[in-house]
């Protein structure tokens, strides 16, 4: 089992930035790939980002490219997403994930944290 915490949500202007941070423990040694993920109201939950656990290699959504980095602390079992110039669309709950090999989807999830970006 995996257990991932997320924090740094929060409120902040459009073109502001935040940084989010998801905690993971339990048997961190089985994951393979880590991911952000968001919901925002009367949407489909959406693929942010992406990042591998031992390379580093990463993927975004089109939607973010140029303004969000993923990136991950293996001492520290921490996966971070910075994001830079925010928009309101990115208004949203912002969930981590983690998938503990190539062929399988995201089996663990976060608990969520708001993110909410004003004009």
């Known amino acids: 089992q995996v257990q991932l915490v997320e924090s740094g949500g929060g409120l902040v202007q459009a073109g502001g930035s935040l940084r989010l941070s998801c905690a993971a423990s339990?048997?961190?040694?089985?994951?393979?790939?880590m991911g952000w993920f968001r919901h925002a109201p009367k949407k489909e939950r959406e693929f942010v980002a992406a990042?591998?656990?031992?390379?580093?290699?990463?993927g975004y959504a089109d939607s973010v490219k140029g303004r969000f980095t993923a990136s991950r602390d293996n001492a520290k079992n921490m996966q971070y997403l910075q994001m830079n110039s925010l928009k309101p669309e990115d208004t949203a709950v912002y969930y981590c994930?983690?998938?503990?090999?190539?062929?399988?989807?995201?089996?663990?999830w976060g608990q969520g944290t708001q993110v909410t970006v004003s004009s």
């Open positions: 994930a983690a998938a503990t090999s190539v062929g399988r989807g995201y089996e663990y």
């Open positions: 339990g048997l961190t040694r089985s994951i393979y790939r």
């Open positions: 990042i591998t656990w031992s390379g580093g290699s990463t």
